[in-house]
């Protein structure tokens, strides 16, 4: 957990890393410590979870930000829609304290859409806490380990298992890859999926026909979680209003309020949809902007030193055939010694990431030679070559990796998580990585308590609170879609004809949407069609989108409600005039909104489409950007 310790003029709560220290005591005693602390704290902390009901309508963006006006002041204001910050939102809202968010973008609009969809503990960061008598490396696999149990526990119809084969090449990485792996079951305690195992060249080969066969001596798979990254990240959102909280995306923080002492406030926003602009007042502002956190730090303080270093993680999408349905492969050594994975997910596969420096942008570009060192780094592994025309989507995400502002070198560039409150009582929270979202949640609220003096009425919720949609959904759940739904197609001439609901179709429903999946089913009664004939996206998710997600433009919906941007560039453009239709017919749009929106998704999704040179990447940029600005 995290700890305090004195820096003036700043407080910071961030792990440290002890060195020296014996390997069997080391993995020994943090195993029995840890099992020991889950097993009580866990006893202790065990309150009965705010009910969900199975349908809530979640006020939308304009009833949202029609009350954030009225509001004389919050306990808390989260800045900041990603993953933390809605997760601060709803774990600040759960324990009964009055909480407002708002998002310069859209929920996922960052680097919590662009990430590897993984829910892991960190299989390097283990050998890396082995081979270095690392302990804070182990301390960080044993929270992100806890952390997967309880975010599969908690989103899981957007979360499940995943078995991730290692394939070995040399008969000593047999033992080393197997004990390496059953460590990291061991590790997970009480939240372990499923215990690793070998596996033989020829079972491998029946299990993941186009490995390498040259050489192979078998494998060995082991268990991490999957995820649907911006579609959790918008139920978090959804949640936290579901609850209370006023949950607004789209509008800016355009300059920090401070009291006669100098305890910031609150902040002046902007709406980038209307233009109005107002002030919001709170008790306790929580920075959760992930690699833009400096910039909202400056506003604070204009000579404050940076603490975030990002570094890019590029992402590409190949066909289904490239991974075994159900089975993932690590690439545990390139030729850089990075790791690369190979991953089925929604009917394609990913793969990557690379971990580069960079800079910070709205929109990270993959670069060409990135694409090419994910493409190599596979065909060493596969049996046939990965072609670059195979590529149907690329992206990039900025991860914001934290180092202490008061830091003379970069030598304390962490890969956990840090929360700072600022001599002005500003908490900023940063670095950790998606699996860790909850606890880094937890330990800003924790420290706005404490900052601001709140009262919460309860204590953290959070570890057993489950999103919209997921109370009451099993794997069966679909069922109840193929038996009482059916969809309206109309054809090309107009017709119209009435079909069951198809068993993709109800799979993929069931889901991204949990048990709220009966609602969109509704609405497929009369927007039955499918947005692209290889996906199985219905017109009426976009619909759904507006109506009970918060949808606001074209972007929003078609990369982080439906993830067709991220899975077919291609297929995204050929839908993309449909959904802006559907979203005008809803949402009442005049034909200058109309233009406005298919021009940003025009260029968004030219950004996301792989081969692009930089002078036309940047122009698109410039051109989204510029459009963004402008009000309707």
Known sequence: TSRSSKCPPLTMFRFKSNRGKL??????????????????????????????????????????I???KKSPEYDVLVIGGGAVGTGVALDAVSRGLKTGLIEREDFAAGTSSRSTKLIHGGVRYLEKAVMHLDYGSLTLVFDALHERGVMLNNA??????????????KYWEIPYYWAGLKCYDILAGRKKLYWSSWSSRTEALRQFPMLAKEGLKGTVIYYDGQMDDARINVSLGLTAASLGAHVVNHVEVTSLIKDEAGRVQGAHVRDRISGDEWTVHAKVVVNATGPFTDSIRKMDDPHSKDMIVPSSGVHIVLPDYYSPRGLGLIVPKTSDGRVVFMIPWQGQTIAGTTDSSTKITDYPHPHEDEIQFILKALTDYLSVKVRRSDVTAAWSGIRPLAIDPSATSTASISRDHVVQVSPSNLVTVTGGKWTTYRKMSE???????????LQPTRPCQTHDLKVVGGHGWDEAFATVLLQDYTCTVTHRDGTTEEKKITSDIAQHLSHAYGTRSLKVAELAAKYGNKLNDNFPFLEAEVVYAVQEEMAETAVDVIARRLRLAFLDADASAQCSNRIVDLMAQTKGWDAKRIEKEKKELQYFLHIMTVGREKDTYD?????????????S
């Open 23 to 64: 390997l069997l005591g080391l993995v020994a005693g943090g195993i029995a410590g840890n099992s020991l602390y889950r097993h009580f704290s866990e006893k202790e902390r065990s309150i009965d979870p705010i009910n969900a009901r199975k349908f809530v309508h979640v006020p939308q963006r304009d009833d949202q």
């Open 66 to 68: 029609s009350m954030m």
């Open 156 to 169: 899981p119809h957007l979360s499940n298992a995943l078995p991730i084969m290692t394939p070995c090449y």
């Open 443 to 453: 330990d800003a609220v924790d420290a706005a308590i404490k900052v601001g003096h």
């Open 619 to 631: 122009d698109d940029v410039n051109a989204l950007q510029s459009s963004q600005n402008k009000t």
